[in-house]
């Protein structure tokens, strides 16, 4: 199955051309040799297929084609999704890409960050949880969903206005009365802008609205608390649900089966994120759809342009809403 | 929120120290220096928090501490787990991961390799589909559910035995007669085995068994022709059915639903891989858990070691049975 080869090194070339080693190294490098010479060596290193030392030259053009990605892991659908467009947008430009799963553990992010430094990568692009991240002034580094201040670039989705959008949606699938539901990082970060987003949206459309905020760490039964302290004679007094990530759409959902809530008939749900099961089949739930694709290939854009000045703080990419099962769509199976 | 430091160099370090530039750099490359010199270096290292620039002293070591992974994305939620246990595997041991998305493309997985070696990784692991890479000699390479020949260990779950089990579960819950489903590669590899395995369990306790086995490319309505085909008097012939991957018994699943059979009262369903939602919640049907965290070390652990000889051919790892709703377990809710 496995062919061996040995791969040919300058000095088979020098041979193969009939040149001395140095006119092969000129000739590599990019320096003026003979024309004649030139193409002798081309056309031994297209011969004998010899390849560049790309790890030797990069040290030498000080250039490694190199970028860190710092994300907590590539278990979490986003994350992992997030990860393969950023890489696969990073090797089309032929640059290689070192993983750096930090588990959400800003100890790990700042020493994959120094040892990312110290392996001279040509930039970092970092989804990143320590508020106090040193990075080499020297290093191009783009963030996502948190800024980081000046000079760093954040890349997000539009997540005000995808806030705004899931309580329009409500409205539009003839909710009145409904409800906000968040856990998760209370660092200031773009995704908190969604709870703001959806407000927003329920004051434009006159739909009510209550909400419940968790933060790290606490337990996901004061959802279950907070929802059946809203029960009034087995009904709930909400009649659509906004959830901050897909994930907690469908925790939310488990909880509703249990309080004899049905989804959608009883509750209209919506979740955020876009998260489809198996990474590529349907949706867990409706939703709305942070472009991932997009914000990889925003990212590795900002990252190597070669002017600091074209870098702008913030950007957000535009989000979609897609049925996913918990919304009665009017027009739609 | 960002400070801005300049790494110091090691310039700064002799300066510091109050000794010639030649010696800072024989004490960062263990090169014998007189104690108090040594100490003084160490000591303005230490004061100046000054990092070794790994990428010059790697090149120097003929040692990157660099490994490429290849795999054909890591939004498929096996891959991602994989990636992510490969990654924390490596880096435990101060090792660097390059992470290269193949898509499945025979040519971007010949390329990558080339790349690696280029770039002088220290090793390559890879869950790749070109039946005829080449691979230089002196690149330690670890293959993930595929042998690749002599010289290169294969790491993958217990296939057979997986299969073996689905089949004795659906036994022990009670079917009588089963199906075996599979679509996928063709190429020869591990997971194939699946389909022996299961042949095997059917014999040895008895099951009688249909498969219906589809290659690549092959519509997968073909497997609801197959079911209907199987239909008698609105009942389906089979009682339990064995789905190559936990996505296929998803499919499977909806496809019965369509047919008006219930899972699991009707008709039991067991899928092979052991995916969760989201990564890390439930199980998306009863499955067949292929032990990813220890698969991960387990090419780790082979790829780095010293000695050739102490690489076994195929080494496969035990896999579980875990109940996730479609089957009838008897003793639990």
Redesign the interface.
């Known amino acids: 199955?496995?062919?061996?080869?040995?791969?040919p090194t300058m000095k088979d070339v020098a041979r193969e051309a009939g040149v001395a080693l140095g006119t092969v190294s000129k000739v590599v490098n990019g320096l003026p040799v003979g024309d004649s010479y030139r193409i002798r060596v081309e056309n031994a290193i297209q011969k004998l297929n010899y390849?560049?030392?790309?790890?030797?030259q990069?040290?030498k053009a000080n250039k490694?084609y190199?970028v860190a990605?710092l994300i907590p892991?590539?278990?979490?659908?986003f994350f992992?999704?997030l990860?393969?467009y950023i890489?696969?947008a990073l090797?089309k430009r032929r640059y290689?890409?070192?993983?750096?799963?930090t588990?959400f553990d800003p100890r790990q992010e700042q020493e994959?960050i120094?040892?990312a430094?110290?392996?001279?990568v040509d930039g970092i692009i970092g989804l990143t949880y320590n508020?106090?991240?040193?990075?080499?002034?020297?290093t191009p580094?783009v963030a996502i969903d948190r800024?980081?201040?000046?000079?760093?670039p954040c890349v997000a989705c539009d997540n005000f206005a995808g806030g705004q959008l899931a309580a329009e949606k409500l409205a539009d699938l003839g909710c009145r009365h409904v409800a906000f539901l968040r856990s998760g990082s209370s660092l200031a970060n773009e995704p908190n802008k969604r709870k703001a987003g959806f407000e927003n949206g329920c004051l434009s459309r006159g739909l009510s609205y209550e909400m419940k905020i968790l933060n790290d760490g606490d337990s996901f039964e004061e959802f279950e608390q907070f929802l059946s302290e809203h029960l009034s004679e087995g009904r709930l007094d909400f009649d659509g649900i906004f959830c901050v990530t897909?994930?907690l759409a469908?925790?939310t959902r488990d909880m509703l089966g249990r309080l004899q809530q049905r989804v959608p008939e009883d509750v209209q749900l919506i979740g955020f994120d876009g998260?489809r099961?198996?990474?590529?089949?349907v949706y867990?739930c409706s939703t709305i759809v942070q472009p991932i694709p997009e914000m990889a290939e925003m990212c590795v854009d900002l990252l190597l342009r070669e002017s600091m000045l074209a870098k702008p703080p913030l950007v957000c990419l535009p989000v979609t809403y897609a049925s996913g099962g918990t919304t009665c769509e009017p027009f739609l199976v």
Chains 1, 2 share one sequence.
């Open positions: 199955m496995k062919k061996v080869i040995s791969a390849q560049v030392n790309s790890y030797a990069g040290l490694t190199t990605l892991n590539t278990i979490d659908p992992a999704s990860t393969y890489n696969t090797m290689k890409m070192l993983l750096c799963s588990d994959y120094l040892m430094q110290n392996n001279k508020p106090s991240l040193v990075v080499e002034e020297n580094f800024s980081m201040g000046p000079g760093i897909d994930r469908c925790l998260i099961a198996f990474g590529n089949t867990h």
